[in-house]
């Protein structure tokens, strides 16, 4: 099945930095990648997810990119702000099967002020 | 108006207990999902209910049985509680699936299960 590794597990930046999580998986049908914010004591809420058809997507500090043929995918957070400290979460998904994710082990970020 | 809601939030119970934990979505969604969330923050998949349909088990023991009753509720009983069966549960829906189809999933705010 599916395997999804995620790096680093934990990151601390000063506020107004910019941060990069990455992420690999194993098998080549994943074609779906949606990443996940998971803030204390709650559940995770997506936050950007792109599709095996494009490279790269950006939604205001937000950007991802994939590269399929080296099978990773890395999240880009620029202008890093107090309120961007959380966990965040990778996800791989076939888009068949019931849309299973299989998540990556998670990186806590912290933005110091 | 909460999107997807579980209950109860936290459940403390002893080991050889049954329990259950229930999930409701007003999202209109068709799919459901339980998913457990381990003390390393690991999240994996347990089950997944397409319109009421048990669509994917992920090796869960047979001691964790979902019911779905309708499309907005899929509910977790778990029997025989064991100490490793202590995480965070949390529910999920999301639109149709199928194909290349891909849709979000909404997530609930979780159970915190703890067996002593």
């Known amino acids: 099945g599916e395997n999804v590794e995620q790096h680093p597990s934990t990151l601390s930046v000063q506020e107004g930095d910019s941060a990069v999580i990455k992420c690999t998986y194993s098998?080549?049908?994943?074609?779906?990648f949606p990443w996940y914010k998971q803030e204390l004591g709650k559940g995770p809420q997506l936050i950007i997810d792109?599709?095996?058809?494009?490279g790269e997507k950006k939604d205001q500090r937000i950007a991802v990119t994939l590269n399929k043929t080296a099978k990773h995918f890395s999240l880009h957070i620029t202008e890093t702000q107090p309120e961007d400290s959380a966990v965040y979460f990778c996800?791989?998904?076939?888009?068949?099967?019931?849309?299973?994710?299989?998540f990556g082990g998670g990186t806590r970020l912290m933005v110091k002020p | 108006d909460t999107a997807v809601s579980q209950t109860p939030k936290y459940l403390v119970t002893q080991m050889g207990n049954d329990k259950s934990i229930k999930c409701e979505q007003n999202?209109?969604?068709?799919?459901m999902y339980w998913y457990k969330q381990d003390s390393k923050k690991f999240l994996k998949i347990m089950f997944s209910?397409?319109?009421?349909?048990?669509?994917i088990n992920e090796t869960v023991p047979n001691r964790f049985s979902p019911k779905s009753p309708d499309k907005a509720h899929l509910n977790l009983h778990i029997n025989s509680l064991e100490l490793g069966d202590s995480a965070v549960y949390f529910c999920a829906s999301s639109r149709k699936t199928g194909g290349l189809i891909y849709n979000e999933q909404f997530f609930g705010p979780g159970t915190r299960l703890t067996v002593l």
């Open positions: 999202l209109g969604h068709d799919t």
């Open positions: 098998d080549s049908a994943s074609n779906y």
């Open positions: 209910y397409n319109n009421k349909e048990l669509i």
């Open positions: 792109i599709r095996s058809n494009v």
């Open positions: 996800a791989a998904s076939k888009g068949n099967a019931g849309n299973m994710l299989t």
